[in-house]
């Protein structure tokens, strides 16, 4: 009995991380996408990024996790600045084909240059170590939660300062945003930046997760997984892209026939959300915040 | 002195010459008239002027300055707003926040101010004062997606006069509006003129243009052809042709 309420707390804190890293991976492609209006299909370029970085670092140059997972996050800021310049001159569907570019070259050089370990990938990628022994599981998935608030109250207070105002303002108009003295292409690296951190952030974690790491882990299916979250839940929404990394990252975890069929799911589910509520769940205009806004007014009506 | 400088300014896209040799200059507090058939080159004069795009010859010097080869966005800093022949609010904002867009302008040079809250009191009642300025009172709060377009007009002068410019570039600022609404507009740039901005003014509306400028320029394919009072303008026998066409042979007149 004890033996088989650690087996399923393991996998319930299996379950736990990997949304977590979802969430976190969701988040970081709202504020490229959702705040500053830029959409990119590889996404999942940075989240290899970070966690190849943070896997070299630790397993060939030995550093520890506590340096290599901040640095994964520095260097796909880095990558995503200089990849984010040939992004700045395009728009919408030539953007969407750029980043997908830049998805599919990143993950050929991890598969195709022997340094990055090729096909077989990198292991050997351990769980920190703090007082003298290794993080257990539950205590992972505390920091990375930690981590992650912290990254929400960022969020938070960047929507409401000059920056999250010009981010609005490039998503609503480039043009009419630089004839009101928004610095376009700067915002936009900086929004590329941050989400690019981000991502390689959560790759860093991840890869300590799963302590071995392949391409295909990082490659243009990842890319969309992630931006069918963000749309789902509710793009440019705070809340909507970590609500529907949740569902989508929940829902292949409690079923196996889901798991299998979960391209096609995915798919029917965005196709679904487009038709009836294109905002995603916590959009504006949806459904969900309609119904919350009614509870929280209807007891001042009444009374 | 002359606050807007241009000189022999040209614009050639792929061989077409748009804008040809155009020189001209605007006083300080003056309403500047720019008229001209469509494809005279008028849009392109202030895409020109408000760093749009580059320009293939000639000089644009604000306030003493070279601003040719600025960006945009340095532009509208150094203090020329503009408004868009179809006009282009921020859809999806509020009538407030489109104005704090532009409200921002000084914040966005350096990383820490631009990381500062823009919710202020002190900046909401300051914006606060060109919602009123601008007679908006009562669209606030809305998006501007939903509203009128005569109103919508009003929101893209707002943001323009939150830039706090020296120059006012508008563009048809009556085009599709109805007659009252363009007087209310006509109105709102007059007092614009009296708080000590200079407005450059494309308009079709030739009443709207003889009633607000002292002094017009027209061009025509891509050149100035005339430049004077309203008066002058209007019996320029250029002019006229250029909007009606050179008179016909006698004998077709008559038949």
């Known amino acids: ?90 728009r919408d569907d030539f953007l969407a084909i750029t980043t997908m570019g830049i998805g599919f070259v990143v993950e050929a050089v991890f598969l195709y240059i022997p340094f990055f370990g090729g096909a077989m990938g990198i292991g050997g990628i351990n769980l920190p170590g703090w007082f003298g022994r290794e993080m257990s599981k539950p205590e992972y998935f505390l920091l990375i939660l930690i981590v992650f608030i912290l990254l929400i109250l960022l969020d938070r207070r960047l929507g409401r300062s000059w920056i999250g105002l010009a981010w609005s303002s490039i998503r609503e108009d480039e043009q009419a945003a630089e004839a009101m003295g928004v610095d376009v292409v700067r915002f936009k690296v900086m929004a590329f930046v941050l989400g690019s951190s981000i991502a390689g952030l959560a790759g860093g974690f991840y890869a300590h997760f799963l302590t071995f790491i392949m391409p295909q882990n990082f490659g243009f299916g990842q890319s969309i997984v992630i931006l069918c979250m963000v749309v789902f839940g509710g793009i440019g929404t705070r809340w909507g892209p970590i609500l529907g990394a949740i569902i989508l990252g929940v829902l292949p975890e409690i079923s196996r026939p889901i798991m299998e069929y979960r391209t096609l799911i995915y798919g029917l589910l965005l196709l679904a959300m487009m038709r009836f509520q294109p905002g995603g769940l916590l959009g504006e205009e949806s459904i969900l915040p309609k119904i919350l806004r009614w509870i929280q007014y209807r007891p001042s009506e009444q009374g | 002195m002359a606050l807007l400088e241009i000189d022999g300014l040209s614009k050639e ?243």
């Open chain 1, 1 to 90: 009995m004890p033996y088989g309420f650690v087996m399923i707390s393991g996998y319930l804190i299996t379950i736990l991380i990997t949304v977590i890293v979802y969430a976190m991976l969701a988040h970081s492609l709202n504020i490229i996408t959702g705040h500053a209006g830029q959409i990119s299909l590889g996404h999942a370029a940075f989240f290899g990024i970070g966690a190849y970085t943070s896997a070299l670092l630790y397993t060939g140059a030995g550093f520890p996790f506590w340096v290599s997972v901040p640095l994964a996050a520095v260097v796909a800021g880095i990558v995503g600045a200089l990849l984010g310049i040939p992004c700045l001159r395009v």
């Open chain 2, 13 to 255: 896209f792929d061989g077409l010459r748009a804008l040809d040799q155009v020189s001209f200059a605007t006083e300080v507090g003056e309403i500047l008239g720019v008229i001209g058939p469509n494809g005279a080159g008028k849009t392109t004069l202030f895409n020109l002027i408000s760093g749009i795009y580059p320009a293939t010859a000639g000089e644009v010097v604000f306030q003493g300055r070279s601003i040719l080869g600025m960006k945009s966005h340095q532009i509208s800093r150094l203090g020329i707003g503009r408004t868009f022949q179809i006009v282009r609010p921020f859809q999806n904002l509020d009538v407030e926040m489109n104005i704090l867009v532009a409200y921002g302008h000084r914040f966005y040079p350096d990383l820490w101010n631009s990381m500062g809250h823009f919710r202020k009191n002190e900046i909401l009642k300051e914006v606060q004062g060109y919602i009123e300025r601008t007679g908006l009172q009562s669209y606030r709060k809305q998006l501007t997606k939903n509203l009128p377009l005569g109103i919508k007009k009003r929101v893209e002068i707002a943001r323009a006069l939150a830039l706090k410019p020296r120059l006012l570039l508008l563009d048809e600022p009556s085009g599709g509006l109805r007659f009252e609404e363009s007087g209310q507009l006509m109105d709102l740039i007059r007092t614009v003129r009296d708080q000590g901005i200079s407005v450059l003014l494309i308009e079709h509306n030739m009443q709207v243009v003889m009633d607000l400028c002292k002094r017009i320029v027209v061009l025509d394919h891509g050149s100035k052809i005339a430049e004077g009072s309203p008066e002058a303008i209007r019996s320029n026998p250029q002019v006229i042709e250029a909007y009606l066409g050179k008179s016909l042979r006698p004998e077709e007149e008559e038949g």
